[in-house]
Every structure is written in structure tokens, then in C-alpha cells.
């Protein structure tokens, strides 16, 4: 069975401090693989996607992630935390079959707090 | 991000109740979908429909009824709901379904039910 597992409940950073947070995904098929970040109060925005090609992939903010097909994982960075990143961050997980109509898998969700 | 508009975004109702949530993308998507989301868990997807068309439908109780009158919009409809349907509402579009498109989300409506 497909899963998604952020092993992150809760991470405090420094401002200024790199940043990383953990994704891993169990998937039969070729993956599609999301990054989502969520303000209080709104709704998920997105931060970037691999469907194939480079493993390495940029988004907005400044956020970069990494697909790493050996160890089932994709995970989030960023070099240099601003106060503006303290939010809950979701990864998500979706194939392209006949039958999957748009049905990402999400992960619990990882919230981070920004310290001065 | 303004492309997906969600009304109410507070919303208390009680058990007795029927309200309704509103959801409206300005995008010109071919998708669109219904998320519950609760503290502690992950996101749920409950409906999606495609050009209109409800094509995915994951084991939601009955008392949650979904409506798209054209690919713009999309509605919940809610009646006699339990407390444990608290939640936060996520209203999502995309392209297309599948995958392959990235999904776009509103706001939320924040349901209590008391």
C-alpha cells in the first residue's frame, strides 16, 4: 500500500539556519512528488513538484528538494530560514494510473517554528 | 493566492443544521476537489469531480453532499453532521485530473459543529 511519512512531527530553527525536512514514500509506481506549505489560516500552497528528470528541484522562497529514488525520499531545504517560513509544511505523493484521478497521498505534516 | 475563493471561512452549525460551503476557481480548471482536514491527521480527500462530473467518491457518509453546477464551482452541502466532522474544508482545482497537475487550493472553511 501506497504511504507517506514525514518523521517530523515539530522542528524549531533559528532564523538564519539551514533547514531540512524529511519525506519518505512508499509507492509502487513511478512517483509524482509535491512539497506544500500552509500559513495559519490559509489554505496549502505549493513550493514545487518532480515528475521526472533533474533530482534536484527549485521552488519558490527560496525552498529546493532532493529525489532520492535509493532511499524513498524527497526532501525539503532551504539554506537560510526567514521568520516568513514558520508554517506547517505537507509532502505529497501521487502516480499516474488510469484509476488515481488527481488522488495525492499526504503526510502528517511538519510545523516549523522560526526563532529570533 | 486568490485563484480558488472559499465561503464561509468560519462556519458553527449544530447537529440539527443544513449549511452549505461554497467553493469558486478562477483558474479555468477542469478539476476540481474536496479535502477535510483534522488536527493530528493527515489531508482527506472526500470528492473530486471532473468537467462536472463526480469521479471519485472516498467512502464519505451521506450526510456530506457534494454539487458541481459547472467547472467553477463546487459546493458542500451539510446536514445532520456529527461533532467529530469539525474541521478544516479544503476546496482544491487543477488542469485536469490525475496526478500530473498540480493542485490549487483555497482558503478553507473552519466548520465547528457543536
Known amino acids: 500500500a501506497q504511504s507517506v511519512t514525514q518523521p517530523d512531527i515539530h522542528i524549531t530553527v533559528s532564523e538564519g539556519a539551514s533547514l531540512e525536512l524529511r519525506c519518505n514514500y512508499s509507492?509502487?509506481?513511478?512517483?509524482?512528488l509535491f512539497w506544500y506549505v500552509q500559513s495559519p489560516g490559509q489554505g496549502l500552497q505549493l513550493l514545487l513538484k518532480y515528475f521526472s528528470g533533474d533530482t534536484l528541484v527549485q521552488g519558490i522562497k527560496g525552498f529546493e528538494a532532493e529525489f532520492k529514488r535509493s532511499q524513498s525520499s524527497f526532501n525539503l531545504r532551504k539554506p537560510s530560514v526567514h521568520w516568513s517560513d514558520a508554517a506547517e509544511y505537507f509532502c505529497a505523493v501521487g502516480a499516474e494510473t488510469t484509476d488515481s484521478w488527481g488522488k495525492l497521498q499526504f503526510g502528517a505534516g511538519t510545523q516549523v517554528v522560526v526563532t529570533p | 493566492e486568490t485563484g480558488v475563493t472559499q465561503t464561509p471561512r468560519h462556519l458553527v452549525m449544530g447537529m440539527t443544521n443544513k449549511k452549505s460551503l461554497k467553493c469558486e476557481q478562477h483558474?479555468?480548471?477542469?478539476?476540481m476537489y474536496w479535502y477535510k482536514q483534522s488536527a493530528k491527521k493527515p489531508l482527506e480527500l472526500m470528492f473530486v469531480?471532473?468537467?462536472?462530473?463526480?469521479?471519485e467518491n472516498n467512502s464519505v457518509p451521506s450526510r456530506f453532499s457534494p454539487e458541481c453546477p459547472n467547472s467553477s464551482h463546487l459546493f458542500l452541502h451539510l446536514h445532520t453532521l456529527q461533532p467529530e466532522d469539525s474541521a478544516l474544508y479544503l476546496c482544491?482545482?487543477?488542469?485536469?485530473?490525475?496526478?500530473?497537475?498540480?493542485?490549487?487550493f483555497g482558503p478553507g472553511t473552519r466548520l465547528t459543529v457543536t
Open positions: 483558474l479555468g480548471h477542469n478539476a
Open positions: 469531480y471532473s468537467l462536472e462530473e463526480r469521479v
Open positions: 509507492y509502487g509506481a513511478t512517483p509524482y
Open positions: 482544491a482545482s487543477s488542469r485536469n485530473p490525475g496526478t500530473s497537475y498540480e493542485q490549487y
